[in-house]
């Protein structure tokens, strides 16, 4: 499985940005797509995950500002950011997972600025 991260930026605090990962290749009909992220000096960390039966979770740390969504159709998982804070600055990662395999995007950075 390939993932292909895009919509990372710069974005001034209270402003949004929408990530994307499609992922290709051998796709099981049953999965969980999600998305971490990683700051400088920290570890990386649940942002949010969707499975493909629509269960969601969501760090609490950005619950009523970002939401997961996916089209199923095109193996693809979204993010959409909302008034995001600098905090929430760092490198964001998708994670395609299966009950036996689990795979890692390339990253896409993501900067808010104060």
């Known amino acids: 499985v390939q993932l292909q991260a895009s919509g990372g930026g710069l974005v001034q605090a209270g402003g949004s940005l929408r990530l994307s990962c499609a992922a290709s290749g051998s796709i099981r009909s049953i999965n969980s797509m999600g998305w971490y992220r990683q700051a400088p000096g920290k570890q990386r960390e649940l942002v949010a995950t969707?499975?493909?039966?629509?269960?969601?979770n969501y760090a609490d740390s950005v619950k009523g500002r970002f939401t997961i969504s996916r089209d199923n159709a095109k193996n693809t998982v979204y993010l959409q950011m909302n008034s995001l804070k600098p905090e929430d600055t760092a490198v964001y990662y998708c994670k395609y997972s299966t009950f036996v395999h689990e795979y890692w995007g390339q990253g896409t950075q993501v900067t808010v600025s104060s």
């Open positions: 969707a499975t493909s039966d629509g269960s969601t």
